[in-house]
């Protein structure tokens, strides 16, 4: 059995009275911001706040009776077993989720508030599987896959059915790649209703599992490095997921960290959305398209798929600093100044005048500067872009302030 287009509406026909249709609406700002006409497929409004509900859902309604009644169990890295324990909840099934112990906390807690047992174990999804695999021969319960599995992909290819519902002229799909089971059961909708719609990938660059599996012509393992787009973190794609994506899917691109922390800040700014990295990547391309070979959607009618929102609120304090950093407004000065009473005040008075708002000030008595007359300092400076980031360091130069680069 594979996966196709009729068991992707029968999938649609079986959760639809449990899976929020989401919206998929135009943004001007997201247009503006990216050359193209830009809509947005908001499954980050689920209610677990991710697309993986809809897969979890469809497999689990088709489980034994005598399945149902022992319970099931997955590893996930979180929005896959709040999807399981939210809908097991439903169906009265119980669920045991291994999670790694770098989870994010929000998706912990969320999985027990479902009702779920939830055991942390190692420091990947692979260590969690291991676990969660070992447990299910112990327990006699049924293991439900992440993504690799053709009733999960099924349930998830029902994002395909809606966006075409909403969006009927589209030109392209930009989806987010974990372990393919989203953008392998989209690409089966699009090709087999609309095959000139150009469905691509994005994943992180630090876990490029379908990049090196599109190169090497068959699945292979990845090392992945911690990403914002933990959702994505996956170290090989399904094999299932692979044989579909290298029939349906045309391109497949990798965005930079930097350019994740930004797509979340402007998706914040600019349509008053949070969304996890895993769903703001394809945001990320959008916006760096002509560096990753993108320049084609220039004004054409193009999709995005926010399939989650789940970030810990710790985690978006930082990305919103360092997207404001990587965007030029946040900047570091260093620099060496007399320890003479007033001097400091002169400073912060340079940076008012230019704009600049301070956002921390700290003094190095100790490690700094050799000459003892004179005290390092560093300063973090909200600015309005680059430019202006220049024009602050420049005007403490000119008022003689000895400023580092």
Same mark, same amino acid.
């Given at each position: 059995m594979?996966? $196709?287009l009729?068991?992707?509406?029968?999938?649609?026909?079986?959760i639809?009275?449990?899976?929020?249709?989401?919206?998929?609406?135009?943004?001007? =700002?997201?247009?503006?911001l990216?050359?193209?006409?830009i809509?947005?497929?908001?499954?980050?409004?689920? %209610?677990?706040?991710?697309?993986k509900?809809?897969?979890?859902?469809?497999?689990?309604?088709?489980?034994?009776? *005598?399945?149902?009644?022992?319970?099931?169990?997955?590893?996930s890295?979180g929005?896959?077993? %709040?999807?399981?324990?939210?809908?097991?909840?439903?169906?009265?099934?119980?669920?045991?989720?291994?999670?790694?112990? @770098?989870?994010?906390?929000?998706k912990?807690q969320n999985?027990?508030?479902f009702?779920?047992e939830?055991?942390?174990?190692?420091?990947?999804?692979?260590?969690?599987?291991?676990?969660?695999?070992?447990?299910?021969?112990?327990?006699?319960l049924?293991?439900?896959?992440?993504?690799?599995d053709?009733?999960?992909?099924?349930g998830?290819? $029902?994002?395909?059915l809606?966006?075409?519902e909403?969006?009927?002229d589209?030109?392209?799909?930009?989806?987010?790649v974990?372990?393919?089971? %989203?953008?392998?059961?989209?690409?089966t909708?699009? !090709?087999?209703?609309?095959?000139a719609?150009?469905?691509?990938g994005?994943?992180?660059?630090?876990?490029?599992?379908?990049?090196?599996a %599109?190169?090497?012509?068959?699945?292979?393992?990845?090392?992945?490095?911690?990403?914002?787009?933990?959702?994505?973190?996956v &170290? !090989?794609i399904?094999?299932l997921?692979?044989?579909?994506?290298r029939?349906?899917?045309?391109?497949?691109?990798?965005?930079?960290?930097?350019?994740?922390a930004?797509?979340?800040l402007r998706?914040m700014?600019?349509?008053?959305?949070?969304?996890?990295?895993a769903?703001a990547?394809?945001?990320?391309a959008m916006?760096?398209?002509?560096?990753?070979?993108?320049t084609?959607? !220039?004004?054409?009618?193009?999709?995005l798929?926010?399939? /989650?929102? &789940?970030i810990?609120?710790?985690?978006?304090?930082?990305?919103i600093?360092?997207?404001?950093?990587s965007d030029?407004?946040?900047?570091?000065i260093?620099?060496?100044i007399? *320890?003479?009473?007033?001097?400091?005040?002169n400073?912060l008075n340079?940076?008012? !005048?230019?704009? /600049? =708002?301070?956002?921390d000030?700290?003094l190095d008595?100790? @490690?700094?500067?050799?000459?003892?007359?004179?005290v390092?300092v560093?300063?973090?400076?909200e600015?309005?872009? @680059?430019?202006?980031?220049?024009e602050?360091?420049?005007?403490?130069?000119d008022?003689g302030f000895?400023?580092?680069?």
């Open positions: 594979t996966l $196709s009729e068991m992707i509406r029968a999938a649609r026909e079986r639809r009275n449990a899976v929020y249709h989401s919206p998929c609406p135009y943004s001007l =700002s997201l247009s503006k990216c050359g193209a006409e809509y947005c497929k908001l499954d980050h409004l689920q %209610m677990t706040g991710s697309f509900e809809r897969g979890a859902r469809n497999k689990l309604m088709q489980l034994t009776d *005598e399945q149902k009644r022992k319970g099931v169990i997955t590893a890295a929005n896959h077993g %709040m999807g399981v324990a939210y809908h097991g909840q439903l169906l009265n099934i119980p669920v045991t989720v291994v999670m790694s112990k @770098f989870a994010p906390l929000v912990v999985c027990r508030g009702g779920a939830v055991i942390l174990e190692g420091d990947s999804l692979a260590d969690a599987k291991a676990l969660a695999d070992r447990l299910a021969n112990e327990r006699g049924t293991y439900i896959q992440g993504f690799d053709e009733q999960i992909m099924a998830a290819g $029902s994002l395909g809606e966006i075409l909403d969006v009927p589209l030109d392209a799909l930009l989806v987010p974990g372990g393919g089971g %989203m953008i392998g059961a989209i690409g909708v699009i !090709k087999a209703l609309k095959p719609v150009r469905v691509i994005v994943e992180p660059v630090h876990a490029p599992k379908l990049s090196a %599109m190169a090497a012509g068959k699945v292979v393992e990845v090392d992945v490095r911690p990403t914002l787009a933990d959702g994505l973190g &170290n !090989k399904g094999t997921c692979f044989e579909i994506a029939h349906t899917v045309e391109k497949v691109v990798t965005v930079e960290e930097t350019a994740i930004k797509a979340i998706l700014e600019l349509e008053k959305m949070v969304v996890e990295g769903g990547v394809g945001l990320a916006m760096e398209r002509d560096r990753l070979g993108l084609d959607l !220039k004004g054409k009618k193009v999709v798929v926010l399939c /989650g929102g &789940n810990d609120v710790t985690t978006l304090g930082r990305v600093d360092r997207g404001m950093a030029g407004r946040l900047t570091r260093t620099a060496d007399s *320890e003479r009473p007033g001097t400091l005040a400073v340079v940076i008012a !005048k230019t704009g /600049g =708002s301070m956002k000030v700290r008595h100790h @490690f700094g500067v050799a000459d003892p007359a004179l390092r560093f300063l973090v400076v600015t309005r872009d @680059f430019g202006h980031a220049a602050v360091r420049q005007a403490l130069r008022a000895q400023v580092r680069d």
